[in-house]
């Protein structure tokens, strides 16, 4: 059992930044692949970026590509998306979700965090 909690969403300017968290319990963190998640309004749920359990590979849509970093902590349990060159474009409730897998099956969400981009 894996239970997620998001924080870090705000307001800002486009242009600005910020950063991401995601704090997990349990004990199996480490062998979760973890990613991020988005949903606008009146949209579908998103694939924004995701990392391996190790860290060791990362996966971008490309609307994000060369502004957002996912990383992780495995000894702090906690996932990251840090973002850069924010555009109104990316308003959006962000969720972290942790998979066995590779882009599909996840199997715990956290409950989301507003991350709203001024123009």
């Known amino acids: 059992q894996v239970q997620l909690v998001e924080s870090g969403g705000g307001l800002v300017q486009a242009g600005g930044s910020l950063r991401l968290s995601c704090a997990a319990s349990g004990r199996t963190f480490s062998t979760y692949a973890m990613g991020w998640f988005r949903q606008a309004p009146g949209e579908e749920r998103l694939l924004v970026a995701m990392?391996?359990?190790?860290?060791?590979?990362?996966y971008y849509a490309d609307s994000v590509k060369g502004r957002f970093t996912i990383s992780r902590d495995n000894a702090k349990n906690m996932v990251y998306l840090q973002m850069n060159s924010l555009k109104p474009e990316d308003t959006a409730v962000y969720y972290c979700?942790?998979?066995?897998?590779?882009?599909?099956?996840?199997?715990?969400w956290g409950q989301g965090t507003q991350v709203t981009v001024s123009s």
């Open positions: 979700a942790a998979s066995k897998s590779w882009l599909s099956n996840y199997d715990y």
């Open positions: 990392i391996t359990w190790s860290g060791g590979s990362t």
